[in-house]
Structure formats: C-alpha cells, structure tokens
C-alpha cells in the first residue's frame, strides 16, 4: 500500500517507520525544512526505543520524506494525517492545522483516497474534515474519512504500535474498509510476528490485535476517554497515596491488593508526582470542553485534574518539610523528562517542580539520561547541569527524585549517602525500597509511604552527618 503521512512529529514518524515495518510504502510529509533535511539525512529528531533500527531499516528504500503535499498525495491511497493538535487557552483542541491539512488535500486528490485522522482530536472531527475537503471541491466519490487513534506510549511508541491491544477503526464505508484491513492485515492476522527481524514483543503481549470497527465518532470517542480513564486511574491512586500518608499505610500494598483484582488490573497505579507530557494534561482538558459544549459536564475530569496538579504542591510541601528553608540550599534533581525512557519534557512535573524549587531561591544541580537538551533550553544558566546522577549527588543538601529513570533506582545507595551533605533523599517516583534506603543510613521520603525520618535513623546510628 502506498501511504502518505501528513506531520513527522511524535505520532507521524513512528506510525510511518511502523507502516514501513508492515510492508508498506511510505512518504512522511513536512513544511518545516529544517525537519525533512535531518529526516532525509537519516538522523532520528526523538528519542525513541527501536524508532532509529526502523528508520535505518527503511529510509530511502521504503520510507521517504518529501515537503510536496499535492505530490506525495496523488502517489497515495491512504493519507494519514498525524499534525499537531495543541491546547488553546481554554482547555479546547486547536484543530487549525488539521483544517489546514483538510483544505490542501481538497486540491490534491486525484482519484480515490482515504483520509485517515492519527492526531487525538474531539468528536466530530472526521466530520468537519469531510466537509473541508466537499467545501474546497473534492468529490466525494473520491474519498472517505477515518478515524484511527493512536494509543502509543512515548518510549514504547514502537512496541505499542507492532503490538497492540486493539486497533480502533472508526467508519462504515466497505471500501474504506478494505484498505484499513489491507495497512493493518499484518497485525490482525499476526503474520508480522512470524517474521524473523520483526522487533522482540512486550512481555505482556497477548497475540494479534482485535480489530474493532466502529463510527467515526465512537473512535474518536474512545481515544479521549482512554485517556482520561487513564489519567484518572492515576488521580485516583494518588489521591488514596495521599490517604495511607495520613494514616500511616503503605501505597505499594495497597496498589498490590488493589491491582489484583483483575477487574481493576495492577498498570497505571503508580503513585507520585502526577501525570504530565504532551497527551493526558492536554486530552483530560479537551476532553472537558467537547463534553461542555455538548452539554455534559464532566466534573469528574476536573477533580483528576485539581489532584494532579496538587501532587506537585504536597511534593514541595515535602521538601520544605525536610529541609525547612529552601533559600540557599543546593538541590540535586535527578529526572527532569515527564516519564522514563523520552527526551520530552512537555508538561513535565519535574520542571514545574525546578521552577518552583529555583522561584524559592534554592540552587538546583539536575541530571537526566535523556531530556538535559531540552531543559537547558528552558533554564540555561539557571540549572547546572551534570553528567550523571552521582556528580548531581555531590555536595547537594539533598537529592530529589522527580523521573521514574530506571537506571536512578540501581544507583549504590552507600556512594549517594557519602556525596551528600545531608543523607536526604525526596522520591516523587518511589523508586527505592524503604529498607534498604535505611540501611544505607539515608532519610527518605516518597509518596503514599511511611518515611524512614531522621529521628528514627539517628536513634539507629547515633554518628549520622555524612
Ligand atoms: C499516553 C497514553 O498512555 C497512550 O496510550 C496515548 O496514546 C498517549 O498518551 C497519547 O495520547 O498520545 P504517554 O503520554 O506517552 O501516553 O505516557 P504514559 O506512559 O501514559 O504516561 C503519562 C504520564 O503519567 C507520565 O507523566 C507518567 O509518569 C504518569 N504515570 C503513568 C503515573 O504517574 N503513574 C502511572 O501509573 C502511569
């Protein structure tokens, strides 16, 4: 199948190498120049597991990246469009870009094509952009519309689109129907994992994807809510983390008797600093308005999101707690990505916790595997920067945890304690086991869990200071 992809953003770039993976021929199309030379260049702008073995697996042989729109349209039956859609200051999705999409594809159809949605966008969406492409003088023998939301993870994007849970078509025309089941057929008949380079599958993979077919608008529907009853899962969690502080229960045991219950089920129960990036913040507050202007309110998404953002407000509340005032003091921060595994920081918790944490007049030495970058273009000299998690440890009156990094939980606990000027450590991610941080004669807290406080550790070891 031939297919073009409109936006090389997150959602554009893996979905095109993943159409690669499938057998498909793919232009990834773009305005921005500087963008397409990299992409031409064969260099990967993200970070992203498996994403940079795709791109060199496929470029130039069956991926391409071209700035014609009209060009790479009329080569294509299905057309992708994967642009942004960001937040407007009201909560609602900016759909401007994809009306601008719409209106160029108007003039640059030249037979039969399907338009699929990719971006997240409200209900309805695939409607307006029928009617776009009528208005703007496509015919409409000579297209259809679908909705095909994404459910990809940022890090595990890859993974998360070869390997499914399920896929969402949302259309009712047969022909539309046959060119999804033809771009997908790799997937739901399971013929891709029998090839022998396909890439490893998750651990929690089941076997093909079910493929559920639907209206446009329930797809649509479906993307939002998935994303909301998500983000609420973790509201949720937090929420009952903040309760066990309170009475001196522990979160992980909790989550565990919790998460068993296989009508509940153990993933997105992770407690801390709150959600963020670049989908649940901006999908929770989409998703409010489009139920607003049709009438529903939907108190609930605000309440996880009123939890959400109070994480970061108790998390600060913390370490004034342990280190009273923070004017002066130096801070190690250890994470600064809004999750594991990205170089995004978009809606990071983190960084809206450095700010806080630079605004009260503390000095901040951060350090994260992937995302410095990005956050030295947000505070420049404000934040030193080092280059690995120890050297962030050195000389810091205490170090916070604010990303769920694997590599921070295996760090030699002993060797942190010695760095410090205070054996403090903060965990807005609960990456420690509470024992062991003890035992490395470390004050430690983290959230949803008792502490292990100072009195009691000095009452354990008299000679304390680092
Ligand atoms: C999310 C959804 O998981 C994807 O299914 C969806 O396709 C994507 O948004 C999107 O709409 O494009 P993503 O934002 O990449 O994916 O990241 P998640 O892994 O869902 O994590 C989101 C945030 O929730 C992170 O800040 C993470 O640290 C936090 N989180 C996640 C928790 O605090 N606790 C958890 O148990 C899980």
Redesign the pocket.
Known sequence: MKIAVIGSG??GLVAAACFCELGHDVTCVDNDAGKLKLLREGQVPIHEEFLPELIARHHRTRLHFSGNLAEVVHASTAVFIAVGTPSKENGEADLSYVESVARELSQAINGYKVIITKS?VPVYTSKWIRQVLLLNGASSNDFDVVSNP????????IT?FLFPDRIVIGVTEERAVRVMDEIYAPLSTGAYYLAADSIPAPTHFKGPAQVIYTSAASAELI?HA??AF??M??SF?NAVANLCEAVNADIEDVCKGLGSDSRIGP??????I???????PK?VAAFRSVARNYGCEFGLLEEVERINSGQRARFMRKVRSALWTLKGKKLGVLGIS??CG?DDVRE??AVSIIHELLAEGAEVKAFDPAATGRARQIFGSQVTFANDAYEVADNSDALLILT?WEEFSELDLNVIREKLNYPIVIDGRNLYNRQKMSKAGLVYHSIGRPSVDLERLAAASPGLAC
């Open positions: 997150y959602v997240t994404e459910f990809l993870r940022e890090g595990k994007a998360d993307k998935a994303n998500l983000a899962k973790i969690i993933r997105f129960l992770r407690a801390g709150g959600y963020g990036g670049s989908c649940f999908d809004y999750k990205t990071s918790p769920d």
